[in-house]
């Protein structure tokens, strides 16, 4: 059992990889298939098929009246997945998850001819419980294609793989509830530069833990 409580209006951070560490998108239409997923996925009842809709970008469509969970921030790496999520509804969190790692395991195991898991387990989930966490684990999330270094596809470059483009203004897409983070700066271009500046910290962090593991080794 998941030894966690989600609680309505708390904030919470989810993300698993593929099973062995193998990657879950292999190309565009992959990554936008778990887009569309994010998107599709968020309602309370069934959807039915989601081979039978058209693909269309993140955020598009009107707003959904009754939603599962608030995205705050995402990333997907080329072989695993961020999120912080907000439950708006009593297992939100549990009923979303569950939709998205079947529906799309469904989708790519019948493209890619293969059988079982795609993911590496329950999904892992940390409950965010300061506003100065959640803060940097925004940063976090929005530029972890930055800490993995992963934006390494050609075919990833010119997709919405997280959500920091649209924190930053830079796209008029709206998918994430961002208010919970933007209002505590006085606008984007100041929250920019606070992720660059937690950025550096992180990668200077990474490289120290990088550096300690290879002289345990030697």
């Keep these: 059992m998941r030894n966690i409580k989600f609680t309505i209006g ?4 989810i993300y ?8 879950i998108f292999m190309d565009a239409e992959d990554l936008c298939r778990f887009l ?12 039915g098929s989601i081979f039978e809709n058209s693909f269309y970008q993140l955020g598009s469509r009107a707003p959904k009246s009754s939603k599962l969970v608030n ?7 080329q072989n695993h997945y961020h999120f912080i999520l907000e439950p708006l509804v ?15 395991t469904n989708y790519f195991n019948e493209k890619y001819k293969r059988n079982g898991s795609l ?4 999904y892992k989930a940390v409950h965010i419980n300061s506003d100065e966490y959640l803060l940097h684990l925004s940063v976090y999330v929005n530029l972890n294609y930055k800490v993995h270094k992963s934006l390494n596809k050609k075919w990833m470059e010119n997709l919405p793989i997280s959500s920091f483009d649209e924190y930053i203004g830079k796209t008029e897409k709206i998918f994430c ?5 933007l209002e505590q700066f006085s606008n984007s271009k100041e929250y920019r530069n606070f992720c660059e500046s937690v950025l550096l910290d992180i990668l ?9 593991e290879n002289m345990l080794l030697e």
């Design 16 to 23: 698993n990889r593929g099973v062995d560490k193998r990657s």
């Design 204 to 212: 200077e962090r990474k490289k120290n833990e990088k550096e300690l």
């Design 71 to 77: 995205f705050i921030t995402y990333c997907l790496n």
């Design 119 to 122: 993911f590496q387990g329950k």
């Design 90 to 104: 009593d297992d939100g969190i549990q009923k979303f998850m569950h939709k998205l790692s079947t529906g799309y």
């Design 10 to 13: 708390e904030f919470y951070h």
């Design 177 to 181: 509830v961002k208010n919970i983070v």
């Design 36 to 47: 569309k997923s994010m998107n599709d996925f968020n309602v309370p009842d069934p959807i």
